[in-house]
DNA sequence: GGAAAGCTTCAGTCTTTCTTGAAACTACAG
DNA sequence: CTGTAGTTTCAAGAAAGACTGAAGCTTTCC
């Protein structure tokens, strides 16, 4: 039985980001130990984390290891006190974007080398041939939207904030960016699937 | 012993996303299965997959079922053939749409409404208090980020397309708009982290 | 109607992943 | 040094999830 005990929207928050977790490959503990840290006021450490959220201490310095290697805890030290203390950034846009990045760096990554590699043999028969198209496309269409992110990030968060502010504005924008490069759009094209 | 078997290159593809689908909260199977139809020059009914991929007929089955609910895949019928076909979309752009629209069916918008309902309670301590701000914070952003993918999404694939093809142009226009809109831009702040 | 083809469901088995307590490690204080 | 607070590792047990074969539907064809 715990001492100390997380209120109700607390828990309520908490509890949801362990279902998701699972839907996400993260697993439910971690979500937990997140969401818990995010939504605290201070920082926490394993301890009270463990007790808040009835985990065994050992799977709480497991997930805490684990959102470490995703970079989305900060260790803070508070004076004449040995125990670690975890954080989340106070900026939510600073967790999106590091969140991002690293699942770019674990997921895209791997998946657009092995296509670059895949790309490079020489199709030995027509399955190959088509599926070489395939991932060719794939691969463009990841290596497009990855160099347009980039982009993005690279804007500050409040410029960044202010492009997603747009909002349906972007279309307009667009349109204009054609007349000023010279590019006229091509529309009214629907291609039909073969 | 398969009578049919897969050339190394699509065999290494496959191989590749059932990996992915674990990282991806996807079971194993349906990502070998979605992989394998995604690069087949033709439908595939399933049987062939079954034999192709050396599952069992009654998990592809499962798989194509989980498919078909992420309307990741489409029924093709062979005359004179009562058996299934199935095939992907022939434009990677539009899976990519519908992919990100079934998450977010499925995972965004439970959660905003998971964080809605936390932010109609009364706070009963500082706390809670706390943790509704948060909830807000990251309302706000999720909320943010959806309105705007909207907007992409809702332009035909060739013109998102040429969004992204644009590159780092998407500043150089931020900043146009800003001088349309008469709202000046603050530049050169870097904010430091706290 | 009923046989056959094709698809789905499901209970049980197998595999993988989580979780834990105990032991081992580390760094510091006295 | 030695003891202690704090953290990590690890082997084993527990839980969750994937996979299968067999049985059961459904539709078509004769």
């Known amino acids: 039985m715990p001492t100390a005990t997380l209120p109700p929207l607390n828990r309520q928050f908490v509890a949801h ?3 998701m977790g699972s839907k996400w490959g993260i697993n439910r503990t971690v979500g937990q130990i997140y969401a818990l840290i995010f939504i605290s006021e201070r920082a926490l450490n394993a301890d009270e984390i463990a007790e808040l959220l009835e985990f065994s201490r050992s799977n709480v310095s497991m997930g ?20 670690e203390y975890f954080e989340a950034p106070a900026d939510v846009w600073e967790i999106f974007r590091v969140l991002a990045e ?3 760096r674990r997921e895209i ?7 670059r590699s895949a790309l490079l043999e020489s199709p ?3 399955a190959e041939r088509h599926a070489q198209e395939r991932m060719r496309e794939m691969h463009d269409l990841i290596d497009r939207l990855m160099k347009w ?8 968060p409040e410029t960044a904030m202010q492009l997603m502010g747009m ?3 972007v279309t307009k924008v667009l349109s ?3 007349r000023i490069t010279g590019s006229a759009p091509k529309k009214k094209k629907k291609p039909a699937a073969g």
């Open 149 to 156: 992110f980039d982009d993005v990030q690279r804007l500050a």
């Open 17 to 19: 980001f362990g279902e």
């Open 167 to 169: 909002g349906a504005t």
């Open 176 to 178: 204009l960016k054609d």
């Open 109 to 115: 990554e791997p998946t657009l080398s092995m296509l």
């Open 64 to 83: 805490l290891k684990e959102l470490q290697a995703w970079r989305l805890v900060q260790l803070r030290h508070q004076p004449g006190d040995r125990r």
């Open 102 to 104: 690293e699942r770019r």
């Open 124 to 126: 030995a028969s027509d």
